[in-house]
DNA sequence: TTCCATGTTCCGCA
DNA sequence: TTGCGGAACATGGA
């Protein structure tokens, strides 16, 4: 389920039990998930150093080799990644696409079950981002309401498109989108244009407290959000935890999205 | 068997 | 220029 909460998790997971070990072995099966790499360049840019930082923007997870320059891991998830650090003696989990034997008898393993991630090496993350012209991370330090006015203005398309274009806001996809804009009360395919101020604001404070309060309530690797919200209710049909609604799935931007068709106005 | 999937990219069209 | 729909990618699960 990976966007912007479960790479934050995975970023953390690699901080609190991956860092400042050294790597020993590289075991990689990438098939087709190297972008703009080779297998022997991640290879030898892994082995025998430690690992330093750990670092995400929007949906990318950086973790940083050593001290040089040109020695950023990059591992975007698709659709089913997910990184596990495991005691070395524990079974490696499966659909693992690289794998990390650290000094001290720990792995972390990196998992793609659909192959849509992808694995590569970067200069730095900053470059990464430029490069690909990825939009600012609205959990990122120092953005606001007022950037995120900024990012919408003079935008047309639905806002739920909007808000998953990763050239606009990294970080954010379909779940949690639906999910800001139904405590939001905003519609999904209302057009930016239409959105008052006040609604923008709400838009905003809702993604952002959806997006780390997930991160907050993830214990493991399994978010626990409260019933009120719309995630445990994502079915067609299914009642409104908050207003006694009907939850409705339709096409908006291309992926299927949910939505209460009594609290969440507009369209 | 068929459909769907929390991601991204590319193409054609408005 | 912006944005949308649809197809494609790979593969597991309902």
């Given at each position: 389920m990976p966007e912007m909460p479960e790479i934050e998790a995975a970023r953390r997971t690699v901080e609190e039990r991956a860092l400042r070990r050294t790597v020993e072995t590289v075991s990689l099966r990438p098939a087709g998930l190297l972008v703009d790499t080779s297998e022997g360049t991640v290879r030898s840019a892994l082995k025998d150093h430690r690992l330093t930082a750990a670092r995400r923007?929007?949906?990318?997870?950086?973790?940083?080799?050593?001290?040089?320059?040109?020695?950023?891991?990059r591992l975007h998830f698709g659709?089913?990644?997910?990184?596990?650090?495991?005691?070395?003696?524990?079974?490696?989990?499966?659909?693992?696409?690289?794998?990390?034997?650290?000094?001290?008898?720990?792995?972390?393993?990196?998992?793609?079950?659909?192959?849509?991630?992808?694995?590569?090496l970067v200069e730095s993350p900053e470059a990464f981002v430029q490069e690909k012209g990825l939009g600012p991370d609205p959990t990122g330090d120092g953005f606001g309401l007022q950037d995120f006015r900024e990012v919408l203005e003079g935008r047309r398309g639905t806002i739920k498109g909007t808000l998953m274009n990763q050239e606009i806001l990294a970080g954010v996809g379909n779940a949690y989108s639906d999910e800001?804009?139904?405590?939001?009360?905003?519609?999904?395919e209302t057009s930016v244009d239409e959105l008052d101020e006040e609604q923008v604001g709400e838009v905003w404070r809702a993604l952002t407290k959806v997006l780390w309060k997930t991160v907050e309530y993830r214990t493991d690797d399994e978010a626990r959000v409260p019933g009120s919200w719309l995630l445990p209710h994502r079915e067609?049909?299914?009642?409104?935890?908050?207003?006694?609604?009907?939850?409705?799935?339709?096409?908006?931007?291309?992926?299927?999205?949910?939505?209460?068709?009594?609290?969440?106005?507009?369209?």
């Open positions: 923007h929007g949906k990318h997870l950086f973790v940083r080799s050593g001290e040089e320059r040109g020695r950023w891991l659709m089913t990644g997910t990184v596990r650090v495991y005691e070395s003696d524990e079974p490696e989990p499966d659909y693992t696409r690289l794998r990390l034997d650290l000094a001290g008898g720990r792995s972390l393993a990196w998992t793609c079950s659909r192959k849509l991630g992808e694995i590569g800001a804009l139904f405590q939001a009360g905003v519609h999904p067609d049909g299914a009642d409104c935890p908050r207003c006694g609604g009907t939850i409705r799935k339709a096409r908006v931007s291309g992926r299927s999205s949910y939505f209460c068709d009594r609290h969440q106005e507009g369209g």
